[in-house]
Nanobody
Framework: QVQLVESGGGLVQAGGSLTLSCLASGRILSSVQMAWFRQAPGLEREFVAAITWGSGGTHYADSVKGRFTISRDNAKNWVYLQMNNLKPEDTALYYC????????????????WGQGTQVTVSS
């Protein structure tokens, strides 16, 4: 089992920045990849960004490329999401996720989820 706890959400004005953090514990060495997803009210949970534990390779949704950066601290089991130039459409509950297998960047690939942290961007 892997446990994930997110933090760092909040209220920010459009154009502002926030950094989300995710602390992983448990069988984290078995995880292949970590990711951030988000879900706005009435919408499906969508992929935001992913990072591979070993190589540090990253992948982003087109909607956040150039604005968001995912990173990790392997030694301390932290994953971060630096969000710059935030827009009102970035408002959502942001989830940290982990998977022990390779697969597409979709919800079904990820086995472990945190409880989420709310990000609200005002216009």
């Amino acid at each position: 089992q892997v446990q994930l706890v997110e933090s760092g959400g909040g209220l920010v004005q459009a154009g502002g920045s926030l950094t989300l953090s995710c602390l992983a514990s448990g069988r984290i060495l078995s995880s292949v990849q970590m990711a951030w997803f988000r879900q706005a009210p009435g919408l499906e949970r969508e992929f935001v960004a992913a990072i591979t534990w070993g190589s540090g390779g990253t992948h982003y949704a087109d909607s956040v490329k150039g604005r968001f950066t995912i990173s990790r601290d392997n030694a301390k089991n932290w994953v971060y999401l630096q969000m710059n130039n935030l827009k009102p459409e970035d408002t959502a509950l942001y989830y940290c996720a982990a998977t022990e297998r390779w697969g597409p960047y979709t919800r079904t690939t990820y086995d472990y989820w945190g409880q989420g942290t709310q990000v609200t961007v005002s216009s």
